[in-house]
C-alpha cells in the first residue's frame, strides 16, 4: 500500500529554519514525482515546491525561490523540504504528494493522485 508521512513541522521564529521530511513506501520513488503543498487557514492548497526523479528538475513558488530547497534520498525512500529565513506567511499544514511520473513535477494539486495526512508549521515570534 503506498503511503506517505510527513514529518519535522514545529513552531520556529521568523528568520529559522525546519527541514521537513516526506517518508514514502509502497512504491519505488525512482519512478515518481514528489510535489509539496501547504495550506494555510481558510486559504487555498497552494503548490510549494516539486521535483522529479532526475535532481536538476525542480520547480518552487515564486514566494519560496531562494529560501526552500527540495531534495530526496532514493536510497531511503524519502524527500525533504528544507525551508530557510522562514516568514509568518510560511505558517501552514505541509502536505506532500505523488505522482508516478519520473519526466516532470507540477505545482498544482490535480497532478498528483497521493496525499499524506500533513505537518503543521509555525512561523510565529
Known amino acids: 500500500q503506498l503511503q506517505l508521512v510527513e514529518s519535522g513541522g514545529g513552531l520556529v521564529q521568523p528568520g529559522g529554519s525546519l527541514r521537513l521530511s516526506c517518508a514514502t513506501s509502497?512504491?519505488?520513488?525512482?519512478?515518481?514525482?514528489i510535489g509539496w503543498f501547504r495550506q494555510a487557514p481558510g486559504k487555498e492548497r497552494e503548490g510549494v515546491s516539486c521535483g522529479r526523479s532526475s535532481s536538476d528538475s525542480t520547480k518552487y513558488a515564486d514566494s519560496v525561490k531562494g529560501r526552500f530547497t527540495i531534495s530526496r534520498d532514493n536510497a531511503k525512500n524519502t524527500v525533504y523540504l528544507q525551508m530557510n529565513s522562514l516568514k509568518p506567511e510560511d505558517t501552514g499544514i505541509y502536505y506532500c504528494?505523488?505522482?508516478?511520473?519520473?519526466?516532470?513535477?507540477?505545482?498544482?494539486?490535480?497532478?498528483?493522485?497521493?496525499w499524506g495526512q500533513g505537518t503543521q508549521v509555525t512561523v510565529s515570534s
Open positions: 504528494a505523488a505522482k508516478m511520473n519520473p519526466w516532470s513535477c507540477a505545482l498544482v494539486r490535480n497532478f498528483y493522485d497521493y
Open positions: 509502497g512504491f519505488t520513488l525512482d519512478y515518481y514525482a
